[in-house]
């Protein structure tokens, strides 16, 4: 495997489609794209191999299961040096979905989804603010969620990845 794997236009209409529809099947996306099927089969394993590709989900509507509340929570850590100690203890409220490092005031941010204010409210004070180190958060709750996609695919055409670092996964 190279250190980085350029992608072309071909790659760049198999990653469209996959990102508009998952379950796609490969021979279609080789109609569209005017190759075989076999070509599309080897440029998918290519693309999952160097890091492009990390996998395919089911996505379920959080409404749909009655998780009504979507919030947003910045949390300040104490000591930063504890930033994965938190993470790591974060990773086990399910109600979580996405944490990220971020810039500014506070050290992460996180997406949670809940089935109501009085779920969101139990899940911080008797999860989240009693995690060690943990100075302080701030919620925001959703009101509603104006649009959600997936990268946009097209105009990548100098773009290289490189594989995943065991720091990003």
């Given at each position: 495997m190279s250190s980085s794997y350029q992608i072309d236009e071909i790659d760049?209409?198999?990653?469209?489609?996959?990102?508009?529809?998952?379950?796609?099947?490969?021979?279609?996306?080789?109609?569209?794209?005017?190759?075989s099927g076999a070509a599309i089969h080897q440029r998918v394993r290519k693309l999952e191999s160097n890091g492009v590709i990390t996998g395919s989900r089911l996505l379920v509507k959080p409404r749909a299961l009655g998780l009504n509340v979507c919030a947003f929570i910045s949390v300040t850590?104490?000591?930063?040096?504890?930033?994965?100690?938190?993470?790591n203890s974060l990773?086990?409220?399910?109600?979580?979905?996405?944490?990220?490092?971020?810039?500014?005031?506070?050290?992460?941010?996180l997406k949670l989804y809940c089935f109501d204010n009085e779920h969101l409210m139990q899940v911080l004070l008797t999860e989240i603010q009693k995690i060690p180190f943990i100075q302080s958060t701030?919620?925001?709750i959703s009101l509603d969620e104006a649009?959600?996609?997936q990268?946009?695919?097209?105009?990548?055409?100098?773009?290289?990845?490189r594989p995943l670092?065991?720091?990003t996964e």
């Open positions: 760049q209409k198999i990653l469209s489609f996959l990102v508009n529809n998952a379950r796609m099947p490969f021979l279609e996306i080789a109609r569209e794209c005017g190759v850590i104490s000591e930063a040096n504890k930033y994965r100690d938190v993470v990773k086990h409220i399910p109600e979580i979905v996405e944490c990220h490092f971020v810039t500014g005031r506070a050290s992460l941010l701030d919620t925001m649009f959600e996609r990268v946009w695919v097209k105009g990548y055409e100098k773009a290289s990845f670092s065991p720091m």
